[in-house]
Structures are given as structure tokens and as C-alpha cells.
């Protein structure tokens, strides 16, 4: 067990420095808490991502507010989740304000540099995890085979589809040929806090919905919007923004141009996308609550079904670990996850961020310099960085 403090100030360093969207999350973490702190290992922390992607909400964070609470209980997942999602709340509360946002050459290189980074952080988390995760013939087939479809068929419901595939797969095809017996993840809740987390969920589900029939007041609209939006989306990140546009956009708090003006915000800063909802609940005009107030009533409704959620599920979720069926299963699902990883590195990650010979060149120096040469992140970042923004640089020296 660590300090609830620990956990917030290496969750903050996370939420200045995690560029890249979810997927490009899940490696910085596994870096930080499985390569280096050695929290977890690396079949622990699969099935943390497994659990994450079966919930609704924002898979990194959920996975993150896990680690802490596994770590440090209830206050050490509060701190994990405040520490990652305050730096990009922040900044995107400041876009609502009117900052200026990636404009200008250097600028986007900037910005370019940080795509080509999480390329490399994602390949190196995806080659880590299938060296542990897919050790045999059938597993790296599952893995393949899941990676295929989704880049064939890439949506949210196909990531579920690969995931619950990888289940029935596992449960087919895999024999694990010892039981570790009843176990659960050490520092998980208990199964009564589960039950009671999962009931709570479910008691502002139906209470905010009924709250904003009533139409007493404009609050219980703006929550209940961004509540729904959280608690009906998989695969979080860019799958949440059509509920988003339809609780403010939909329901006339905002025009389309400040809707989608804060989107290309949000691809600028680092941290978890959700943090868009401090954007638009800056601009949401609510009478007698201020901009900053507004924001983080939204920021909350948004997070908190799948942190709750993510809670009711590790008590139970930690006790399948152990059985011989449900390791079967779970080891199908970690290759499924492999395969995610596989997919996402491709599209969007590479597709967004290699567009010629020299970013390719770059994201290899950066792999190789993580893999190889085992440099901090930090150190690839602002390397990369400064590669990828030198020839604008040198542009305007020239000039």
C-alpha cells in the first residue's frame, strides 16, 4: 500500500505527459506501474484493461482509478483520478475562455511530434504485452484474428464483439493446467461495497432522468445529460462525443461551431478526451452558477458512472482470476486485448501520425530509444518533439 498523495502526484505527472488518446494511456500506465513501480504484473494489469473495456466509461481513467484504488483505497483511486484529469480539465476550461489553441507551423509540429511519440509508446506496450500475453500459438491467433477485424470493421461495438469473442475463444480453445483456487486483486473492495457501488450507479441513473422530467431546475438537465452520456457509452474517447453533442448541442445550450471548436481543442492536451465536458460546461449557461462551477458539475457526471462502475466490478472481477474456467476465459480475453492494441496502433494512432518517410524514421528512433536504449518517456518525448518541429524551426531561421 501507498500514500493516496503518491498516487496523486504520479497520476498528475501522467496527466501532463499521456498524449495520444486512450490506447497510447494504457501504455504510458503499464510502463509506469508494471515496467518501472512493479505494482502489478503484467496478467493483473490485462485483466484491469479487460474489466475497463467491458464497463462503460473512459477505459484509461477507469484503469488508472483501479490501480489506485488497488493501491491505496478509496482515496488513492479519488487521487489517481483527480491527479490525471485535472492538468486537461484545466486546460480545456481555459480553451472555453477563448485561448488561442494550435495555431500557427510550429504549433502543429509540436502537436505531430506527440502523435508520432504515443506511436511509439503503443508499440512498445503492444510488442511487452504479447510477449507475456500471447505466449503460444493459439493465443497469437486469437490476437491476429482480433487485430484483423478491427481494422477491417473498426467501431465500439466491434471492440466489444473481439473482447466477448475472445472469451468464448478462451473458454473453447484454452486449458490452463493449474487453478490458483478463490482469489481476489489485493486491496480490492469488498463484494457488499460492490453491490452497494453498482446500486448507487443505478439509484442516479433513474433519479437524475426523473429529476430532469420534473424540470424543477436546469441543473438536473445539464447532469442528467452528461451522466447518461457516461453511463451508456463503450469504448469511450470519440465514441462519447455524439451523446455530448446531443445533451448540449441537441439541446440547445450551445451552437455547433462552439461544440466542434472545443473537439479540435481537446485533440491538443493531454490526459483523458472526457475532459471535454469541463469545455462545454464552461459555456453552458446555468443562472447563478459560474463558468468553473458549471465545469466541474459536468466533468463529474461524465466520469463518475464508470468509476462507479468500476468499482462495483473488481470485488467479483478478482475473484474469477482464480478459477480454471474463468482463467480460460480471461486469458482469451487478454489476447483479444493484445489484439486491440494491434489495431489501435494501426488506425488511428499511425494513420494520424505518419503521413511520410521521416515521421516513419522518427517513431523508430523512438521505439528503439524505449526498447533498446531504455530512456525515460520524457526524454523520447522532447526528442521526438524537437525532431519533428526542427524543420519548421529551421524554416523560420532561414527566413
Not at 52 to 76: E, H
Not at 79 to 84: I, K, L, Y
Not at 262 to 276: C, E, I, M, N, S
Not at 354 to 362: H, Q
Request: hydrophobic share 60%; aromatic share 10%.
Amino acid at each position: 500500500m501507498v500514500s493516496a498523495w503518491t498516487i496523486f502526484w504520479i497520476s498528475l505527472r501522467l496527466g501532463v505527459t499521456s498524449f495520444g488518446g486512450p490506447i497510447a494511456h494504457l501504455g504510458y500506465f503499464r510502463d509506469e506501474f508494471v515496467n518501472r513501480r512493479r505494482w502489478l504484473d503484467d496478467e493483473t494489469y490485462a485483466d484491469i484493461v479487460a474489466l475497463s473495456q467491458f464497463a462503460p466509461g473512459p477505459a484509461s481513467s477507469q484503469t488508472l482509478y483501479a490501480i489506485g484504488l488497488l493501491k491505496s483505497g478509496f482515496w488513492g483511486g479519488a487521487a489517481a483520478w483527480a491527479g490525471f484529469t485535472l492538468p486537461s480539465a484545466l486546460l480545456m476550461l481555459a480553451a472555453a475562455y477563448g485561448l488561442a489553441w494550435a495555431e500557427g507551423d510550429a504549433a502543429q509540429s509540436v502537436i505531430h511530434g506527440l502523435r508520432i511519440v504515443a506511436v511509439a509508446v503503443v508499440a512498445q506496450a503492444l510488442w511487452s504485452m504479447a510477449n507475456s500475453l500471447c505466449p503460444d500459438r493459439t493465443r497469437a491467433g486469437l490476437a491476429l484474428a482480433a487485430a484483423a477485424f478491427l481494422i477491417a470493421a473498426p467501431s465500439a461495438e466491434g471492440q466489444l464483439a473481439v473482447i466477448a469473442a475472445g472469451a468464448v475463444a478462451g473458454a473453447l480453445l484454452l486449458k490452463p493446467s493449474v487453478s490458483g483456487g478463490e482469489t481476489r486483486f489485493a486491496g480490492a473492495p469488498s463484494r457488499a461495497a460492490g453491490v452497494i457501488a453498482f446500486i448507487l450507479f443505478a439509484a442516479i441513473f433513474a433519479g437524475s432522468a426523473i429529476a430532469a422530467r420534473l424540470g424543477e431546475s436546469a441543473v438536473w438537465d445539464v447532469f442528467d445529460g452528461f451522466y447518461r452520456a457516461g453511463a451508456l457509452v463503450f469504448g469511450g474517447g470519440h465514441v462519447v462525443l455524439p451523446l455530448l453533442e446531443e445533451a448540449t448541442v441537441g439541446a440547445g445550450l450551445m451552437g455547433e461551431s462552439e461544440f466542434l471548436a472545443g473537439y479540435g481543442a481537446a485533440q491538443a492536451v493531454p490526459g483523458p478526451l472526457f475532459t471535454f465536458a469541463a469545455y462545454l460546461g464552461a459555456l453552458i449557461p446555468l443562472e447563478g452558477w459560474p463558468a468553473p462551477a458549471v465545469a466541474a458539475l459536468c466533468l463529474v457526471a461524465l466520469f463518475l458512472p464508470g468509476i462507479l462502475l468500476m468499482y462495483a466490478g473488481l470485488p467479483f472481477w478478482g475473484a474469477l482470476r482464480g478459477k480454471r474456467g474463468a482463467r480460460a476465459v480471461l486469458n482469451g480475453v487478454n489476447a483479444a486485448v493484445v489484439g486491440l492494441l494491434g489495431a489501435a496502433l494501426y488506425d488511428p494512432i499511425a494513420t494520424s501520425a505518419i503521413g511520410k518517410p521521416a515521421d516513419l524514421t522518427l517513431a523508430i528512433a523512438a521505439f528503439g530509444a524505449l526498447t533498446v536504449l531504455k530512456l525515460p518517456v520524457l526524454v523520447v518525448v522532447a526528442a521526438t518533439v524537437a525532431g519533428a518541429a526542427a524543420p519548421t524551426l529551421i524554416g523560420w531561421s532561414a527566413g
